[in-house]
């Protein structure tokens, strides 16, 4: 029996050395499992030269080879070679100082899954050689249409092979040239001479579609032999090319084309001598949207203004002057002449059951591989834009993906499974359209992009019916006005009613389909419009009337970045300082360790380029201030009296408490620990936030009046009850300081430490025993920081990670300087068992594991693969794979509501726990947050103790991001343009970080800080006041 | 009349064919330049028996100027991201030398029609 393919494996004496048996039994077992042991046979061979790489396998005919492969491989190789066919890249050998090894164009996934049909000729012949085409069977379909079939057996064929519309609507093409001959007929037996036309819709007008330019450019014999062929069937007299004008290369092919056909008989008199005539016109449509409907488009052709009228009659009755006429799309016109070559049957075989054959797809917008592919109907959403588009660019998330154009909707990331065909899509609320994919990430804002459609069709509406022509403006001025922050809740039923309101009254597709980016932007992203319209808040960062600048939208705490950047830029220092300290009470630390959302959207950072280094900027005002001695003027108002306690110093406590403070309250905040400051003295390494600094900024916060009671312990040493009587407010900050657990038996074995105790004793300068060979379980940055810290203390460490690193929710920056350090990590890896012996943790079994669907978050969901779990020795293990509060004796008489991750509920937008006079914040409330997250809900808390105390109602009001105040842009000189590039943060040597704690990361000199600054695109001056 | 689409064979054949990638994504992106560089340097060394031919886009439009080297019964390799200069690197490495400069291809084969 003969073998697919053939695994050939070293056996000579070093790969048996090297587990090459083992190699060979495991495969052979793993085959089959696999049941795949007859297709593929593995043969015993040989030294074969690589060995000292061994073991090796080579496979053939394929001629691809592994090496250094281990059993725990073997199962994944298998799957993903010998089932799936993609060689495992990964594993194979490469030549020294080779990186790339060039893959077979059939194994790389933008080109593997594509199947080409419409597309054959694409990339392989000379458009403009008719010679070519006909080399490559051109001329052949219609050679044979001409000289074996019936007009009326050809109809017959298309009808079979279920062909539809690859226009957008999706109509059997069959049916439609049925009706069309059947007109073309009757009319023909009153008058012999009658007319009938033969159209091919080249009006590609979709934004983001581009596959019927392609098509002509490509391949425009593939539509003159189609035409012709359909002309023959239907009794076509004369054909129209109606092509925009905006498609010079492709209107110049066509021309030429048409020019060869003539002159090889191919058109015109008598083609091929068989009697039938037929011949083109290319007429060049200006470019009118309205005109890809058909009935505007035979107006168009006659001279008249296109606007469309009304069906029936459909054109195949009474089209172009009356008489009947059919209208296809470039791309449907592009499969007839296969579907003649190769029969209904073998067209049926691909795709769908209701849509057989491929579709175009023109994949653009945010994608690694834009361009243009073909590809069977029914292949998902997830397969078009992760294997075929290479996923998003910039390790951006993918948000959705928008179909069918200015008529179509926006596919949301929980249905990328979708299988894409003509009634599916319909069924999401979207249409299949031309063909037009436009990929969104997450820097897409949904309204703005439901705005840019609605721009698009309102100035394209042909304005003879006032739903459309009038709808389409009311449509664009409410999302422009949700996009300006001056939305009503109101806005969105009345988006909603004016859609429908179109979709029935208008008379063509234009009309009708026009509301559908609003009614599916509203369907699957209505959040994202209440966060317009309510909280004044584009999460993606685009609409400016909102968000003034990216960076400042996205700060928890509303810092005026462009106005201190331009101030650092002008050399102004200490006023750019009193700006941060403005809405920032420690700025010291975040410039040291905040996680910096406003860099991911700095646009200077857009499309892979280096964003502003924001954090770095506000330390060097930070340490500026510091050095300098700068006075911070902290004038609390005079004591009003009333008091408040506080418990916890972690951020969100000591934000909450200096507000009040300076609002003239006296604040009395109680920390369980011996130290001041929570997770920043705690949890954060003192290599990334030395002791002084956070000393400094704490004795700032005393300033306000805020007294810190440490080694205080509430439901310890003060009881809740006594504190909610003797205060006026309390409010809630302790945290989350509970690790949590991993869920694997001998978790409990002496020898397991989570990582917040780990890092907590190394910060109370307590003794702690870890052993040498230590292994921390997660990919957060306390995963990052443990393993540091464990590195720091001279041990061996390695962080096991159940995804990859681009999936690591850790700082990249901090990764990096980690394995700077020598730590290794090590991916796909969960553990599953922590094993003891004597009493002791000795090993730790785990499991390899590969990335699978994707989870709500849109991240790939890491799965187990089978038969991979291994042992290693290990004597610390450290899970570091989240925390959660530890509120058991805050929850006092039962009052707090504890949510199922047992943090406190709070009423999100006042932090009032319904509790009397009790508020609570930061990672009590939202679990393991940022720092930045918790000083901005100490100070909105602060804000809301206010009123509460005051007797006010609690609510709050949300205004659109303005800068403070105008700091002028400063002038850069040509040369100072011309040498533009990123300062770099000074860091210590590695060889200086070993067994001390030391801060790693310096900060910018002088120099360094103004030039960096100089970088910035100062945003916040492109709105004006008035806007 | 399969002949114009390969390389011929036998005495007088050509050594290899170029085609350019000339659609509007192409073009867009500079193919005209990787043409007129090929076809100055082809004229030049007077290479009589290397073939350049346009042909539209390939499909990888965000990868344009795209070409692709055939050589004499060897599958085809495309190249992407060319300039007028690497166009010429390819030229003097791959079709004159017999080497593929892995760095700017993509890929070797023929796609799948049908």
């Known amino acids: ?1027 | 009349m399969k002949k114009t689409l390969h390389i011929r064979e036998g005495e007088g054949a050509a050594r290899a064919k170029i085609v350019v990638h000339m659609g509007t994504c192409g073009i867009a992106a500079g193919a005209r330049a990787v043409m007129a560089a090929l076809v100055q340097e082809v004229e030049k060394r007077d290479l009589q028996d290397v073939l350049v031919n346009i042909s539209s886009c390939a499909g990888l439009c965000s990868r344009e100027p795209m070409m692709t080297v055939e050589m004499a019964e060897k599958p085809p390799v495309k190249y992407v991201d060319m300039t007028a200069e690497k166009a010429v690197e390819v030229l003097e490495k791959h079709v004159l030398a017999g080497e593929i400069v892995k760095e700017y291809a993509l890929t070797t084969g023929n796609e799948r029609v049908m």
């Open chain 1, 1 to 1027: 029996m003969a073998h697919r393919c053939h695994v050939i494996i070293c056996t000579c004496t070093n790969c048996i050395s090297n587990g090459a048996l083992k190699i060979k039994n495991a495969l052979e077992a793993e085959l089959a499992k696999r049941e795949l042991e007859d297709d593929i046979r593995v043969v015993q061979t040989g030294a074969s030269g690589l060995c000292v790489n061994g073991p090796v396998l080579m496979v053939q005919p394929d001629g691809i080879f592994y090496q250094r492969l281990t059993e725990e491989h073997i199962p994944n190789l298998v799957e993903e070679h010998f089932l799936k066919g993609r060689p495992v890249k990964s594993l194979m050998y490469m030549p020294a100082g080779e990186d790339t090894p060039i893959p077979k164009l059939r194994d790389i996934p933008f080109f593997k899954d594509q199947r080409l049909i419409a597309l054959r000729n694409r990339g392989l012949i000379d458009p403009d050689s008719i010679d070519e085409y006909i080399a490559n069977d051109g001329y052949k379909a219609l050679a044979k249409v001409l000289g074996d079939m019936k007009p009326e057996a050809v109809v017959e064929e298309i009808e079979k092979s279920g062909l539809r519309g690859r226009g957008g609507a999706g109509f059997p093409t069959g049916r439609k040239w049925g009706f069309c001959r059947n007109y073309a007929m009757k009319q023909r037996q009153e008058n012999p001479d009658s007319a009938c036309y033969i159209i091919c819709n080249a009006d590609e007008g979709d934004p983001g579609a581009f596959m019927d330019r392609s098509i002509l450019e490509a391949d425009p014999h593939s539509i003159i032999e189609a035409m012709a062929i359909g002309a023959y069937a239907m009794g076509g007299t004369h054909g129209y090319i109606y092509v925009r004008i905006e498609y010079p290369l492709a209107i110049r092919r066509i021309h030429k084309a048409i020019e060869d056909a003539r002159q090889y008989g191919l058109l015109g008199d008598d083609i091929l001598g068989s009697g039938f005539s037929f011949d083109l016109t290319v007429f060049e449509g200006a470019g009118a949207f309205v005109c890809g409907e058909e009935t505007s488009l035979i107006h168009s052709i006659e001279g008249m203004t296109p606007e469309p009228t009304q069906k029936p009659p459909f054109p195949a009755e009474s089209g172009l002057w009356k008489s009947p006429t059919n209208i296809n799309n470039v791309e449907t016109w592009a499969n007839i002449a296969m579907i003649i070559n190769w029969g209904a049957d073998w067209f049926r075989e691909i795709g769908t059951e209701t849509s057989p054959g491929t579709k175009v797809f023109s994949l653009a917008g945010n994608i690694n591989n834009a361009g243009l592919v073909e590809v069977p109907m029914g292949i998902t959403l997830r397969e078009m834009v992760y294997d075929i588009g290479g996923g998003i660019p910039y390790g951006k998330k993918l948000k959705g993906v928008q179909t069918g154009g200015p008529s179509g909707g926006v596919i949301p990331v929980s249905l990328l499974d979708l299988p894409i065909d003509y009634e599916r899509l319909k069924e999401t609320g979207t249409i299949m359209g031309s063909g037009g994919m436009i990929v969104l990430d997450e820097d897409t804002c949904i309204v703005d992009l439901a705005k840019y459609f609605l721009k698009f069709t309102s100035d394209e509406s042909c304005g003879k019916c006032s739903s459309c022509r009038e709808g389409a403006a009311a449509l664009y001025e409410i999302l422009e006005k949700i996009c300006s922050g001056k939305g009503e809740m109101s806005d969105l039923e009345l988006l909603e009613e004016i859609s429908y309101a179109v979709k029935d009254a208008s008379m063509c597709g234009l009309g009708q389909t026009l509301p559908n980016p609003v009614l599916s932007s509203l369907q699957y992203f209505r959040d994202e419009y209440i966060e317009h319209i309510k909280y004044k808040r584009c999460p993606a960062g685009v609409c400016k009337k909102i968000i003034s600048s990216a960076c400042q939208h996205a700060c928890p705490l509303d810092q005026d970045v462009p106005c201190y950047i331009g101030l650092i830029a002008q050399k102004k220092y200490e006023e750019a300082i009193k700006v941060v300290r403005q809405k920032n009470p420690l700025p010291g630390i975040c410039g040291r360790v905040c996680t910096h959302p406003c860099e991911s959207k700095c646009k200077a950072g857009a499309g892979g380029s280096r964003a502003i280094n924001i954090k770095a900027l506000k330390r060097f005002l930070a340490d500026y201030e510091m050095q300098k001695g700068i006075v911070v003027d902290i004038s609390p108002k005079p004591a009003n009296g009333k008091k408040v306690a506080v418990i916890g110093s972690g951020p969100a406590g000591l934000s909450c408490g200096y507000y009040l403070g300076l609002e003239g309250y006296e604040v009395v905040i109680f920390e369980s620990l011996p130290v001041a400051g929570g997770m920043l003295a705690v949890g954060i390494p003192r290599y990334r936030l030395p002791r002084e600094i956070l000393d400094y900024e704490i004795e700032i916060i005393k300033k306000a009046g805020v007294e810190i009671r440490t080694n205080t312990k509430v439901g310890k040493d003060v009881q809740f009850e006594e504190i909610q009587t003797d205060y006026d407010a309390v409010f809630v900050a302790a945290g989350a300081h509970a690790g949590l657990k991993l869920g694997i038996p001998g978790e409990d074995t002496p020898g397991v430490m989570d990582a917040v105790e780990f890092l907590r004793k190394v910060g109370l300068g307590e003794d702690v025993e870890i052993g040498s060979k230590v292994v921390v379980i997660g990919g957060g940055n306390a995963a990052i920081d443990a393993a540091r810290t464990a590195k720091r203390l001279g041990k061996d460490v390695k962080i096991c990670y159940r995804r990859t690193r681009g999936q690591m929710p850790a700082i990249p920056e901090e990764v990096e300087e980690a394995i700077h350090e020598g730590v290794e990590i090590e991916y796909l890896v969960a553990p599953v068992k922590a094993v003891a012996a004597g009493g002791k943790l000795a090993a730790v079994e785990f499991q390899r594991m590969e990335l699978g669907d994707f989870d709500k978050s849109g991240r790939p969901r890491p799965v187990p693969i089978e038969g991979s779990r291994f042992t290693t020795e290990v004597d610390t293990l450290i899970p570091a794979i989240s925390q959660a509060p530890d509120i058991s004796s805050l929850v006092g008489d039962g009052k707090l509501a504890i949510t199922k991750w047992n943090t406190i509920g709070v009423d999100t937008e006042t932090f009032y726990t319904g509790v009397e006079g009790v508020f609570a914040g930061g990672d009590v409330v939202t679990g393991p947050d940022t720092i930045t997250t918790a000083l901005a809900h100490g100070k909105i808390a602060a804000s809301m103790i206010d009123k509460y105390i005051k007797g006010e109602q609690l609510t709050r009001e949300y205004s659109v991001t303005r800068p403070v105040r105008r700091v002028e842009a400063v002038e850069l000189t040509e040369e100072e343009i011309e040498t533009m590039t990123e300062a770099e943060i000074p860091v210590i040597g590695v060889e200086k970080r070993e067994l001390n704690f030391d801060e790693v990361e310096l900060a910018f000199e002088e120099d360094a800080a103004v030039k960096e600054a100089k970088r910035c695109y100062r945003c916040d001056l492109e709105v004006e006041e008035s806007d």
